[in-house]
């Protein structure tokens, strides 16, 4: 009796492994590409634990789309093909039927975690109806900002809620998945600095090689690694003047570094003609290229200098060594993540007017180091 009682309890705990296995889970992430990169250790953290069966990312395809195959997101959706707007209906008016899209949509997830809507609201009431209409499943609602005290980094801000809501902070792993100590009640970090050992973006050889094509298409001679240089962000505010940028280009230039600035959509427009003459007059440019050539120069660079943006949110993840500049944002809740970061963080209250050859000084060092290495 009792080997067969080891049996029955041998089968079971392969059966629950088998479940475990299989188990997949998704992120819901409205964000902009910095917002997606900084999504990446809680997906790292929901897949050793919880999704052995993999993770996927439901956000805008434009930012996402690169990630499948070189990061730990296995599958990406697009927010604006599912339909997500009906979920924000009164929770007494959603009725979806058999077959509905949206039940299909979400029954190969059993973990679900959405930064889009909020806590005991009609999205996050209808979305876990939707979940149940096709099986059982965990679904968990994150705030994108945490409370005011909070000083810790923004990525165990995330790790610490899906934690807290998933009831398993009292498991030996927590200690070991989290930097810092992280309460579970006030969810607030002591000030620690975060330490990333490996990429957590991986360019593809066919990164590379479409890296190197773009390089020398731009006037990069073969064999050499530039200083990538991206003078914008999303928010002007979070923009060093862009002499700044130019000062660090000159000076790179002058020990014999290669230097390529990376202007996007948004700097065309909101350079002037003058200023994008300055840029051409001191190195070759790249002008809104696709993400995916991005993350092929990038693959490619010696080293990166940007403000706090996507792109280097990017840089730092996919392991250059990455120079970002902080004006009025907080480097301890937003610093780029990657093993090879140096921020430099302003203390004038003018960040975007103003000429600071001491942080020009700190930057040109930091990536002419870089280009050595």
Not at 242 to 247: A, I, R, V
Not at 268 to 273: A, K
Not at 336 to 354: H, Y
Request: glycine share 10%; hydrophobic share 45%; aromatic share 6%.
């Amino acid at each position: 009796m009792r080997a067969k009682n080891n049996v029955i309890d041998e089968l079971r705990k392969k059966l629950a492994q088998l479940a475990h296995r299989s188990q997949r889970g998704v992120i819901l992430q409205p964000g902009a590409l910095g917002d997606c990169i900084l999504t990446l250790p809680l997906a790292g953290l929901m897949k050793e634990t919880v999704c052995a069966g993999g993770v996927d990312m439901i956000g805008r395809t434009e930012y996402i789309g690169i990630l499948p195959g070189r990061s730990c997101i296995d599958g990406v959706k697009s927010i604006d093909t599912i339909g997500l707007h009906r979920l924000f209906v009164r929770e007494s008016e959603f009725a979806p039927a058999d077959g509905d899209p949206l039940i299909m949509t979400f029954a190969e997830w059993t973990w679900i975690t959405t930064f889009l809507g909020q806590a005991d609201s009609d999205f996050e009431h209808n979305l876990i109806f939707t979940a149940y209409c096709s099986h059982s499943a965990e679904v968990m609602t994150l705030k994108m900002k945490p409370q005011a005290e909070y000083n810790g980094h923004i990525t165990d801000f995330y790790k610490a809620q899906f934690i807290e809501q998933s009831g398993f902070d009292s498991f030996d792993w927590f200690d070991k998945l989290t930097t810092g100590k992280l309460t579970a009640g006030g969810l607030v970090a002591k000030g620690h600095k975060q330490t990333v050992t490996a990429p957590m973006i991986k360019p593809t050889s066919a990164d590379i090689i479409r890296g190197k094509e773009i390089l020398a298409e731009n006037g990069i001679m073969p064999g050499r690694k530039p200083i990538v240089i991206q003078p914008g962000s999303g928010g002007a505010h979070k923009c060093w003047h862009l002499d700044n940028f130019l000062s660090v280009a000159k000076i790179l230039k002058t020990g014999g570094v290669d230097v390529l600035f990376l202007l996007g959509p948004a700097e065309m427009e909101r350079f002037s003609e003058s200023a994008l003459a300055k840029i051409v007059m001191t190195a070759p440019r790249l002008t809104s290229p696709p993400l995916a050539d991005i993350v092929a120069v990038l693959s490619n660079a010696a080293g990166y200098l940007g403000n706090d943006s996507g792109i280097t949110h990017l840089a730092a993840a996919m392991g250059v060594r990455t120079v970002a500049v902080f004006g009025p944002t907080d480097p301890v809740l937003y610093a780029p993540l990657g093993p090879a970061v140096t921020v430099l963080k302003s203390r004038d209250e003018n960040f975007t007017e103003v000429i600071s050859r001491q942080l020009q000084q700190e930057a040109a060092a930091a990536l002419i180091a870089a280009s050595r290495d």
